[in-house]
C-alpha cells in the first residue's frame, strides 16, 4: 500500500516461513519514469536466502504429501485474491516497472489464469503404466523433488514470476523466489502477500530481495545450496548460461528462459492491417522490452513500400512519456544500462549506414518509437538482442531467404509470419529455428498451459502447463511383483 503523504510503497520486510522479516539494509527501488523512490526494500545476501531455503526445505514433507486437490484449491484461492487485488499490482506495474496501464491491465489478468491452470494440472494423469515382461505392476510416476529456486526478470514481474513457480509449486514443491532487484514488490513481495492471504502454509512460499550488488551472492546460494533441487531463471542469455552451467555442475534440474531477436514474417499475400498491427504491437509493446519482442520486420520485397508506408504512420501515433499518464503507451526503460544498450545500438547502426525512419530520440529513460531500415549484419542492432523499441526493417525475395534471415542469430525463441496461406507458413514454420512460431499473428504470444520457451540460446525447458512437471518433478519408476517373475534355482 502506498503511503499517501510520502508517495512510497510500504514494504514489510522479506517473507520468510511465513513471517515478514525487517531488515536493517534496504536498497532505493526506484520509479523509472520519474526517477523518484518507489520504495526501500530490505537488502539481503547469502544468509536470508539460506533461511528461506531452510523454510521451504522443513515445509515439503507436509505440503508434498497434501492431497492434490487440497494443492489445488489453495492455488484457485490465490486467483481470487489476486482479481480482487489486480488494480494494485497495476499501480505497482505502472510505477515500479514503468509499464503502460493496458499491459498491467493485460498481466493481471493473466496471472489469475497461470494459478487456475496450475490447479488444473493437478487434474491430469502424473504418470503411466507400463507393459511388464513379469506381468509386474510397472509405473512411471511423477514425484515432487523438493525445494525449488525461482529467479524471475523485471519485465512481465507479474507474468513470469507466477509461471515460474506456480506450476512447480502446485505439484507439491516448495518455493524461494529471488524476484528482479529492478521489480522486487511487483514481481515478488506482492505475491508474498496474496499467498499468505490465501492461506498457503508456512514455508512453502518466500521470497527474498537484494541490491544488484548483492545478486551474485544470493544467486549463487539460491543454485549450489545441497537443499534446492531445481531452478527456474527466465532472463538474460549470458546469466542463463552462468545459471545453466551451475546448476549442471552440481547436477540440478533447471528451466531457463532467456532472450530472443524474433522475427516477423510479412508474405506477399498478408493483409497489411493485420501484419502492420503486429509489426507494431509486437516491436513496441512494453518499450520492445520483451523476450519476444518483434526485433526484425521481414518483408516481402513486393509489398516493403505499402508496409513501411503504413508501419511507419501507425508506428508515429504511440505517445512516449511518464505510464502514470494512460495516454502514454511507451514509457520508460528499465534503468540506464538499458537506456545506453539501446542508444548504443542506434548510433552504431546509423553510423554504419542505417537510416531511421522514425524516431531515434534517446532522453533520460525514453526511447521514441524506432524503426530502422538499410541495416546490414555487420551491424549490433542486426546481431544483438535490443530489448528496447526499435525495430529493424528488412525486404526479402524469397522464403528461403526469409527464413535464412530469421535463423541469423543464436536465439531461436519465436516468430510470427503473415500471410492467406496457411500451408505455406507451416512448411515455413518447421525451417525456423525458434522453440514458437505463430502464424498471422506477432512473435508475442503466451499462454499458461502451453509449452513456453526456445531453442539455441534462447533457453533449456519448457514453461507451462504439464511441461512445467517435466521440468520440476522426478520420474520414478515403481513396480508391484505378484511373484510371476522367477529367480535362478541357484539363487
Given at each position: 500500500?502506498?503511503?499517501k503523504?510520502?508517495g512510497i ?7 520468510i516461513?511465513g513471517?515478514?522479516i525487517?531488515s536493517?539494509?534496504t ?13 526501500q526494500?530490505p537488502?539481503g545476501?547469502?544468509a ?9 526445505h522443513?515445509a515439503?514433507?507436509?505440503w ?5 486437490q487440497?494443492?489445488?484449491h ?5 486467483a481470487?485474491?489476486?482479481?480482487k487485488r ?13 509499464g503502460?496501464?493496458g499491459k498491467?491491465m493485460?498481466?493481471?489478468?493473466y496471472v489469475?489464469e497461470?494459478f487456475r ?10 504418470g503411466?503404466v507400463l507393459?511388464?515382461?513379469h ?15 525461482v ?8 507474468i513470469?514470476?507466477?509461471?515460474g513457480?506456480?506450476?512447480?509449486m502446485a505439484?507439491?514443491?516448495?518455493i524461494?523466489?529471488?524476484p ?10 506482492f ?6 492471504e ?8 518466500n ?6 550488488e548483492?545478486?551474485q ?6 543454485i ?9 531463471f ?9 545459471i ?15 532472450g530472443?531477436?524474433?522475427?516477423l514474417i510479412?508474405l506477399?499475400?498478408a ?5 502492420t498491427?503486429?509489426a507494431?504491437?509486437?516491436a513496441?509493446?512494453?518499450q520492445g522490452?520483451?523476450c ?9 520485397e513486393?509489398i516493403?513500400?505499402e ?6 504512420a501507425r508506428?508515429?501515433?504511440l ?6 499518464d494512460k495516454g502514454?503507451v511507451?514509457?520508460p ?5 538499458q ?12 553510423a554504419?549506414g542505417?537510416t531511421?525512419v ?7 529513460r525514453?526511447?521514441?518509437p524506432?524503426?530502422?531500415t ?10 544483438d ?10 525486404p526479402?525475395k ?5 527464413i535464412a534471415?530469421n535463423?541469423d542469430?543464436e536465439?531461436g525463441?519465436s516468430a510470427?509470419?503473415?500471410?492467406a496461406d496457411?500451408h ?6 518447421r525451417?525456423?529455428?525458434?522453440g514458437m512460431?505463430h ?5 508475442i504470444?503466451?499462454e499458461p498451459h502451453?509449452?513456453?520457451?526456445g531453442?539455441?540460446a ?11 512437471l517435466?521440468t ?13 517373475r522367477?529367480y535362478p534355482p541357484?539363487?
Amino acid at each position: 500500500m502506498l503511503d499517501k503523504a510520502t508517495g512510497i510503497q510500504a514494504i514489510k520486510g522479506m517473507y520468510i516461513g511465513g513471517e515478514w522479516i525487517p531488515s536493517t539494509r534496504t536498497f532505493a527501488d526506484i520509479n523509472p519514469s520519474t526517477g523518484a523512490v518507489y520504495a526501500q526494500v530490505p537488502d539481503g545476501g547469502r544468509a536470508e536466502a539460506r533461511a528461506a531455503i531452510d523454510a521451504a526445505h522443513a515445509a515439503f514433507p507436509a505440503w508434498s504429501e497434501l492431497m492434490f486437490q487440497e494443492r489445488a484449491h489453495l492455488m484457485l484461492k490465490c486467483a481470487d485474491i489476486w482479481e480482487k487485488r489486480a488494480p494494485d499490482f497495476v499501480a505497482a506495474a505502472q510505477a515500479e516497472g514503468g509499464g503502460w496501464f493496458g499491459k498491467g491491465m493485460f498481466e493481471a489478468g493473466y496471472v489469475a489464469e497461470v494459478f487456475r491452470a496450475a490447479a488444473g494440472v493437478l487434474y491430469g494423469a502424473i504418470g503411466e503404466v507400463l507393459p511388464s515382461e513379469h506381468g509386474k505392476i510397472s509405473t512411471a510416476t511423477r514425484f515432487p523433488m523438493g525445494v525449488v529456486a525461482v529467479i524471475s526478470p523485471w519485465n512481465m514481474p507479474g507474468i513470469l514470476t507466477s509461471r515460474g513457480f506456480a506450476f512447480p509449486m502446485a505439484a507439491g514443491n516448495t518455493i524461494v523466489l529471488k524476484p528482479s532487484e529492478d521489480t522486487p514488490y511487483a514481481g515478488g513481495l506482492f505475491f508474498a502477500e496474496i499467498l499468505e492471504e490465501a492461506g498457503v502454509p508456512k514455508g512453502v512460499f518466500n521470497v527474498v530481495t537484494c541490491a544488484r550488488e548483492n545478486v551474485q551472492d544470493m544467486g549463487d546460494e539460491l543454485i549450489e545450496n545441497p537443499k534446492v533441487k531445481g531452478i527456474s531463471f527466465t532472463g538474460s542469455t549470458p546469466v542463463g548460461r552462468q545459471i545453466a552451467a551451475k546448476a549442471g555442475a552440481h547436477l540440478k534440474k533447471c528451466c531457463v528462459e532467456l532472450g530472443g531477436k524474433d522475427s516477423l514474417i510479412v508474405l506477399e499475400d498478408a493483409d497489411m492491417e493485420r501484419a502492420t498491427s503486429s509489426a507494431s504491437f509486437g516491436a513496441f509493446m512494453h518499450q520492445g522490452q520483451i523476450c519476444m519482442s518483434v526485433e526484425k520486420i521481414l518483408v516481402h520485397e513486393s509489398i516493403y513500400d505499402e508496409f513501411m508506408e503504413k508501419f511507419v504512420a501507425r508506428a508515429a501515433k504511440l505517445k512516449t512519456g511518464d505510464t502514470a499518464d494512460k495516454g502514454n503507451v511507451i514509457g520508460p526503460l528499465i534503468n540506464e544500462r538499458q537506456v545506453d544498450r539501446v542508444r548504443s545500438q542506434i548510433e552504431d547502426a546509423l553510423a554504419k549506414g542505417a537510416t531511421a525512419v522514425l524516431g531515434g530520440k534517446v532522453w533520460d529513460r525514453f526511447v521514441e518509437p524506432t524503426i530502422l531500415t538499410n541495416v546490414t549484419a555487420d551491424m549490433d542492432v542486426w546481431r544483438d538482442e535490443t530489448f528496447g523499441p526499435v525495430a529493424v526493417v528488412v525486404p526479402f525475395k524469397t522464403d528461403e531467404e526469409a527464413i535464412a534471415l530469421n535463423n541469423d542469430t543464436e536465439y531461436g525463441l519465436s516468430a510470427g509470419i503473415i500471410t492467406a496461406d496457411e500451408h505455406r507458413a507451416l512448411d515455413m514454420s518447421r525451417k525456423l529455428e525458434t522453440g514458437m512460431c505463430h502464424v498471422n499473428c506477432s512473435s508475442i504470444n503466451d499462454e499458461p498451459h502451453v509449452p513456453f520457451g526456445g531453442s539455441k540460446a534462447s533457453g533449456l525447458g519448457r514453461h507451462g502447463g504439464k511441461w512445467s512437471l517435466e521440468t520440476f518433478t522426478e520420474t520414478r519408476w515403481i513396480t508391484l511383483d505378484r511373484g510371476h517373475r522367477p529367480y535362478p534355482p541357484v539363487f
